[in-house]
């Protein structure tokens, strides 16, 4: 299963988005970024797709934040 990675970097003072390699929105500070990533990532999941949130760290590695598996609607 395919896993959506929501990368959240540093863009100078700034911070964005990366998603298969687009970048998106210009946030204040990494807390910001990750906040609009997790909600994101959320919806992925919502929609059947498992998902993480990946945030750079001082030192250029990436820590996790959040991952979801995908949601899977009851049977019914």
């Known amino acids: 299963m395919a896993l959506e990675n929501y990368v959240v970097v540093r863009a100078g003072a ?3 988005i990366s998603f ?3 970048l998106y929105g ?15 990532a959320q ?8 998902a993480a949130v990946l ?3 001082d030192g250029g ?7 979801f598996e995908p949601e ?5």
């Open 14 to 16: 700034q911070w964005r």
């Open 20 to 22: 298969s390699g687009n």
């Open 26 to 40: 210009y946030y204040p500070d990494a807390a910001a970024a990750t906040a609009v990533a997790i909600e994101t």
């Open 43 to 50: 919806k992925a999941a919502a929609s059947g797709l498992a």
């Open 55 to 57: 945030v750079e760290c």
């Open 61 to 67: 590695g990436f820590q996790t934040a959040a991952s």
């Open 72 to 76: 899977v609607p009851a049977a019914g």
